[in-house]
């Protein structure tokens, strides 16, 4: 028993000299993303997605479409609420199904894998690559603007400085707000509310960043309901502020809309507006880039993208090659789209998987009646949105079909990849000898290792989802 005992006490010292080495050296006991996301990170990276780029450049559209100033004020409103309503039914999603990746880890654990892959897949080529183009375009055009105060920046400077950064009162009176330069058709209505929820989107991004939450099952609702009726109400007095300082005329011919704004009110100060905007927009890339490498992160883990994309940093504990595969698709898009054209195509895109979801939450309700789910919104919630969608989505389909048809190709062209890369399992063994070796080489040149997962959590987990619906209450 001594000599056992002597070896117990040896090894113990030895794990203690152990830890002590790595603290030293800053190499962390166990290799994982860490919870150390509050509610106050929680509700800025929420509002500071959403807020990025948007504003700056979704009230030209806007507008555009519907019509009238009145009518703009009206989609901004509505879309501020349809962005609450579908925040409820993900903060459900999110304490229910406790993973990152958001949209995409709900509708592969409801719906299965096919499904679940046609989300990333259009997520990685489309979704977010597009969405950090803009924000990126945006930042350029802002910078620039000073420098081409009386033209459109030149196409290769703004490419070139994105690819680095990855009062007329009289127009809000109702007489004159609703006076419209052209009556719009349901459709245009339907493109102006696409339009807008684009400056919306970012609403959902903490469900993408589930795991490094802190509390998430008090956290991540709560961060949702402070931030989308803040958001919603900024928006709302931004335009106001636009509209009462300058024509609808000015703003639809304006390259800046937020330059314009500052040089009709603040004079000499006006320079301080494009860097307050690219300041803004370069926070919202980052943010950005932030929250979709954990999609891809979350893909890797689950066998639908290669598993170097599942690995983080030994050190650091972030995962470097899904970062970069974001930003490389980010880099190609910006050579290939203009500002308003690539808004059509994510936003049509971004309701499709938002709607999928939101009608995943039905299903699961359905098939699992007694999981435990901490929140549990109304049904008028998720059928109310998904009324909604179906009208919009119908819409803007019939309005620009040319657009919108091209982003259901792009999701579509999932299928054959799904069936030949993720459910083929007897492939060549030329490509899993390939595979393999440029796991190790990658592994080898950025330095990461697949994530250890804390058994303690994981049962913590299944634990509490073994409880029946009775312990959760309405909403």
Partial sequence: MDGVERKRTEAQR??????DLKRDSGIPERVTLKKEIGLLSACTIIIGNII???IFI?????LEHSGSVG???VVWVLGGGVAALGSLCYAELGVTIPKSGGDYSYVTEIFGGLVGFLLLWSAVLIMYPTTLAVIALTFSNYVLQPVFPYCVPPYIATRMLSTICIRNYESLTPQVAFMFNKAPSIGQIALAFLHASFAFSGWNFLNYVTEEVVDARRNLPRAIYISIPLVTCVYTLTNIAYFSSMSPEELLSSNAVAVTFGEKLLGVFSTLMPISVALSTFGGINGYLFTSSRLCFS???EGHLPSLLAMIHFKHCTPIPALLVCCTATIVILCIGETHN???YVSFINYLSYGVTIASLLYYRWKKPNLYRPIKVSLLVPVCY??????????SLHSDPLVCGVGLVIMLTGVPVYFLGVYWKDKPKCIYDFTEWATYLGQRVFFVVFPQIDPIEVAEWTDRSSF?????GPL
């Avoid at 030895?14 to 830890?19: E, W």
């Avoid at 979704?58 to 806007?62: C, L, N, R, T, Y």
């Avoid at 029946?468 to 959760?472: G, I």
């Fill in 342 to 344: 690539l808004i059509n």
């Fill in 58 to 62: 979704s009230p030209k559209g806007v």
């Fill in 71 to 73: 009518l703009a004020l």
């Fill in 299 to 301: 893909g890797a883990r």
């Fill in 52 to 54: 990025g780029s948007g």
């Fill in 14 to 19: 030895s794990m203690i000299k152990d830890s």
């Fill in 468 to 472: 029946t619906s009775k312990a959760s």
């Fill in 386 to 395: 998904l009324l909604f969608w179906a009208l919009l989505l119908g819409f």
